[in-house]
């Protein structure tokens, strides 16, 4: 019995155009793909108001988690292929989203990106929530992700991003 619910096509094919943009150089980590996710989706729902897929995102030790897809890298640290999804179909608009967020946050490590998401509000709120991994599968409200990712949106951040630009 699994703990995990299926991943929608739109997270593996969002995980897949992540993964294709970023194994040009090397393997990725893990922890790197799980947390460029939960930006790609911060960051639709601060600047477009609504995300860019619907799985739960989890507080999880190191950071927000995306559940559903956890269990296709399960023990791996690197990984050199990503045979899930497919980044073809994702709309054009959606790749600028992701290519705006792995061209920011993509040249950080994964636990560099683990470390960041560790000092902001919604990881840290949920995290209370879960009373320190007391509780598992404790979810990161979107209101409260949307809410925190307008507020850096009003003070520049991202900067590299051309979505948040008018």
């Not at 703990?3 to 970023?22: D, G, H, M, W």
């Not at 050199?80 to 980044?87: E, K, T």
């Not at 409200?141 to 590299?160: A, C, L, S």
Request: aromatic share 12%; glycine share 6%; hydrophobic share 35%.
């Amino acid at each position: 019995m699994s703990y995990y619910e299926q991943p929608t096509n739109a997270v593996l094919n969002v995980s897949a155009y992540i993964f294709k943009r970023l194994r040009k150089l090397g393997p990725v980590e893990a922890i790197k793909l799980q947390k460029l996710l939960y930006y790609c989706n911060a960051w639709s729902l601060a600047g477009r108001g609504y995300p860019l897929f619907q799985d739960e995102i989890q507080a999880w030790k190191h950071g927000p988690v995306i559940a559903s897809i956890y269990p296709l890298h399960r023990g791996e640290i690197d990984l050199n292929q990503w045979p899930h999804g497919s980044p073809h179909d994702l709309s054009v608009e959606d790749q600028q989203l992701v290519d705006d967020i792995v061209d920011t946050y993509g040249g950080l490590s994964g636990w560099r990106l683990r470390n960041l998401t560790h000092q902001e509000t919604p990881w840290i709120e949920a995290w209370e929530k879960a009373r320190q991994g007391k509780i598992l599968r404790v979810p990161i409200d979107h209101e409260m992700i949307r809410d925190f990712y307008r507020e850096e949106q009003t003070v520049g951040w991202p900067k590299n991003a051309a979505i948040f630009r008018k």
